[in-house]
């Protein structure tokens, strides 16, 4: 049996994937929701701790780069100046 995390044990993915089925769709967006809210802070935490002089103003737009692409990121971060 395959299994979809190469580091979990099949009978405990299958167990996973029920109660995910059980899981009310409001709940799982509020999953979805923390867990970008968690990725986004990690992100941010690593732009900081690689870039410990950068203004936040800078930390911003670094991170904007990382989510949209460099144009993008430029073209959002001018509008909103």
């Known amino acids: 049996m395959t299994t979809l995390s190469a580091d979990t044990d099949p009978r405990i993915e299958k167990i ?5 089925r059980q899981v009310s769709p409001a709940r799982k967006m ?3 929701a923390q867990m970008n809210y968690t990725v986004r802070t990690f992100m ?3 732009l900081k701790q690689r870039n410990p002089e950068a203004t936040p103003e800078t930390l911003r737009r670094m991170f904007a780069a990382l989510l ?14």
């Open 16 to 20: 996973q994937i029920e109660m995910f």
């Open 44 to 46: 941010m935490a690593g």
């Open 68 to 81: 949209l692409g460099d144009e993008l990121a430029r073209k959002v971060c001018d509008y909103h100046a």
């Open 30 to 32: 509020s999953m979805v």
